[in-house]
Structures are given as C-alpha cells and as structure tokens.
C-alpha cells in the first residue's frame, strides 16, 4: 500500500487542523491506520491508531481528548482532526499501515508501510 498524507500548515495555538492520508489499493480495509509525529531533535511520537473497521480506536497521551482519527474505507482515507493544537504539537506528522488488526501497543518503527510526512506548524 501507499501512502500520502496532506493538510499540514501553520495554525495558531488554540486553533484546529485536519490531516488526511489517501492510501492506494483496493484492501485498505484491512490494514490498521496510524498517525505518529517526530519534532526536531526528538524521537517519533506514536498520536493514534485505527482498526480496520474503525471500530477501535486508540491515541496517546499527550494527544488523548484533543485529536481524533477516523478513517472512510470507501475513500481510502484515514483522517486526524487535530483540536486545541498547542505549540508542542509542531511536528512532522506521518500515517502509516500494517495489516495486523490492532490498535495498541506499536512502536514507533513497527508498521509497515509509511507515506511522506505533512508538516504541522502551531504558532503560539
């Protein structure tokens, strides 16, 4: 599968942005959607992942009541509404897809396949 993700920008604190990644291929239902984000001179950050139905759904910490993933498979698109953006969530933000039906517990190098990053500016 491959990946693309858009919608990055620059946004001011308190302000809200959607990013979306369109996957080719005709079985994205069946591949577990994520999203992770890397700031310069950190390392990659796991923000959300969704199953294949999009029945469950998962997010860490430091994103958990703010963003929101979602994804239409008729689309081939898994979504991230980002809320309430702070300026600590300036990253390079990534989506990603394995075929392993499961929503926690990925490391931030474990799914498979990888799109280009969107960059995501929040101005304080």
């Known amino acids: 599968v491959q990946l693309q993700a858009f919608g990055g920008g620059l946004v001011q604190a308190g302000g809200s942005l959607r990013l979306s990644c369109a996957a080719s291929?005709?079985?994205?239902?069946?591949?577990?959607m994520g999203w992770f984000r890397q700031s310069p001179g950190k390392e990659r950050e796991f923000v959300a992942a969704?199953?294949?139905?999009?029945?469950?759904?998962y997010y860490g910490d430091s994103v958990k009541g703010r963003f929101t993933i979602s994804r239409d498979n008729a689309k081939n698109t898994v979504y991230l509404q980002m809320n309430s953006l702070k300026p600590e969530d300036t990253a390079v933000y990534y989506c990603?897809?394995?075929?392993?039906?499961?929503?926690?517990?990925?490391?931030?190098?474990?799914?498979?396949?990888w799109g280009k990053g969107t960059q995501v500016t929040v101005s304080s």
């Open positions: 990603a897809a394995d075929r392993t039906n499961r929503v926690t517990g990925w490391g931030t190098d474990d799914m498979n396949y």
């Open positions: 291929g005709r079985t994205f239902s069946r591949y577990t």
């Open positions: 969704i199953s294949w139905s999009g029945g469950s759904t």
